[in-house]
């Protein structure tokens, strides 16, 4: 029902979209609501640079690919180390061979020629022991590099898996903080209307130098926030909420909660 206020007083009236407003509640209690607001938009900003930084560090994939490039690097020198010495052990075989064949064909009858042989065959049979048992060595060193390269491979895949589905889960986060972060400040446009400039500039340099708290409440008789109590008649005053009144040890604004 129209209740006969002139058109223009509707411009002294709270914005309807604004529900909490009370025009008897206090500036102390105002500021109350604001904070609550900007905590919870600190808060959701707060996560939303954390999920940032995850999002941005790549070290540990980064460390691993250098681990697994090192690897690869080590695997392909072992190899070519097994080669070689394969490559002497059938050299070394294949001298044999000739010697062995010069001593049994029977064509050589002087028997110091044939010692001299045989001395060569044993030196050259000791010789390929030798290069047997190196080869035998780097064989199972290139095992072992090949262990670490498929380790490392194994390593990287798994860590590849589990970022990918953490991306996924952060980038959902993200997405459902950054509309929470538009609902906050949609609900802080509609408490800055109850809040004047005055009283939003002492507000701000508060919390500023406050650690986000430019309001605190009086739990029982103290400051909730530093736990020092205000004279009784100060706290009367706090509890009518006409002004705004400040606590004497922490200077935040004292709200009666
Ligand atoms: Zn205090």
């Avoid at 904070?35 to 954390?50: C, F, G, M, S, Y």
């Avoid at 701000?204 to 008649?233: D, Q, T």
């Amino acid at each position: 029902m129209y209740d006969g206020i002139p058109l223009d007083a509707t411009a002294t009236l709270p914005p309807l979209v604004d529900r909490n407003y009370n025009a008897n509640m206090s500036r102390a209690h105002n500021l109350f609501r604001l904070q609550e607001i900007d905590l919870l938009i600190d808060k959701t900003k707060q996560r939303v640079d954390e999920i940032l930084a995850i999002l941005e560090d790549d070290e540990t994939i980064e460390g691993v690919k250098t681990d697994l490039s090192k690897a690869a690097e080590d695997l392909a020198a072992q190899n070519s180390a097994v080669n070689l010495a394969e490559g002497a052990v059938g050299d070394q075989k294949y001298k044999i061979e000739r010697t062995e064949s010069k001593l049994y064909a029977g064509k050589i009858q002087n028997p110091r020629e044939l010692q001299d042989l045989q001395m060569e065959s044993e030196a050259l049979n000791r010789h390929l022991a030798t290069l047997e048992e190196r080869q035998l060595e780097l064989m199972m060193e290139q095992e072992e590099a090949e262990i670490k390269h498929e380790s490392l491979l194994g390593q990287l895949e798994n860590l590849e898996n589990d970022r990918a589905s953490e991306i996924k889960t952060l980038l959902l986060e993200q997405e459902q903080l950054n509309l929470e972060l538009a609902r906050h400040e949609g609900n802080r446009e509609g408490a800055l209307a109850s809040v004047s400039v005055e009283d939003l500039e002492i507000y701000e340099k508060l919390r500023l130098r406050g650690g986000g708290y430019a309001v605190a409440i009086l739990e029982g008789s103290n400051c909730s926030l530093c736990g020092v109590a205000p004279s009784e008649s100060t706290q009367q005053i706090i509890r009518k909420g006409t002004g705004l009144v400040h606590c004497e040890q922490c200077k935040r604004i004292l709200y009666s909660g």
